[in-house]
T-cell receptor, first 116, second 108 residues
Framework: GAGVSQSPSNKVTEKGKDVELRCDPISGHTALYWYRQSLGQGLEFLIYFQGNSAPDKSGLPSDRFSAERTGGSVSTLTIQRTQQEDSAVYLC??????????????FGSGTRLTVV | RKEVEQDPGPFNVPEGATVAFNCTYSNSASQSFFWYRQDCRKEPKLLMSVYSSGNEDGRFTAQLNRASQYISLLIRDSKLSDSATYLCVVGRPNDMRFGAGTRLTVKP
């Protein structure tokens, strides 16, 4: 497709279960970012992939969070043993280069995760 | 101190008003600057890049002041549809930082 696609759009899960969120970036975009946004809050950086380089995982809040990007395209964010504080909208964004293009990021519409 | 700071607002202005937002950043090595717009319960969307010489897109003007480390967004002749949260984004390779956003409400 023309945009960044995320799935599922909504996910309700029980505390303690694992969840997997998926992001399909725009074709050809080498950089992919995961952010999360709690209700009424700003964006919190989670992880960044650029080409074949090692990802920048500095924003992952705990070792329950992990992400991978297969073949330089699709990315999955996995949250193990979910907690209620994990409830947020998880946003994926991609860009043609790491930074500095005049086009900036394109965001997906996000996955709204609710842990009950 | 946060790396990127914005006045959270809210800014409540009448239609037709001119409104300006500032965003300050702490990292003098920052190289790229953007303004994004986020509607309620939607993803952020790129509004405009901010260039060193300043740039304009219709009713929107963005400026960068490297010496004082801030960027600004000016909206002229505001419309009801401009109501949203405006996010500034400041960064350098491998390190982009979002401000928490400034909420704008334009009223009839």
């Amino acid at each position: 497709g023309a945009g960044v696609s995320q799935s599922p759009s909504n996910k309700v899960t029980e505390k303690g279960k694992d969840v997997e969120l998926r992001c399909d970036p725009i074709s050809g975009h080498t950089a992919l970012y995961w952010y999360r946004q709690s209700l009424g809050q700003g964006l919190e950086f989670l992880i960044y992939f650029q080409g074949n380089s090692a990802p920048d995982k500095s924003g992952l809040p705990s070792d329950r969070f992990s992400a991978e990007r297969t073949g330089g395209s699709v990315s999955t964010l996995t949250i193990q043993r979910t907690q209620q504080e994990d409830s947020a909208v998880y946003l994926c964004a991609s860009s043609l280069v790491a930074i500095g293009t005049e086009y900036g990021y394109t965001f997906g519409s996000g996955t709204r995760l609710t842990v009950v | 101190r946060k790396e990127v700071e914005q006045d959270p607002g809210p800014f409540n202005v009448p239609e037709g008003a001119t409104v300006a937002f500032n965003c300050t950043y702490s990292n003098s090595a920052s190289q790229s600057f953007f303004w994004y717009r986020q509607d309620c319960r939607k993803e952020p969307k790129l509004l405009m890049s901010v260039y060193s010489s300043g740039n304009e897109d219709g009713r929107f003007t963005a400026q960068l002041n490297r010496a004082s480390q801030y960027i600004s967004l000016l909206i002229r002749d505001s419309k009801l549809s401009d109501s949203a949260t405006y996010l500034c984004v400041v960064g350098r390779p491998n390190d982009m930082r979002f401000g928490a956003g400034t909420r704008l409400t334009v009223k009839p």
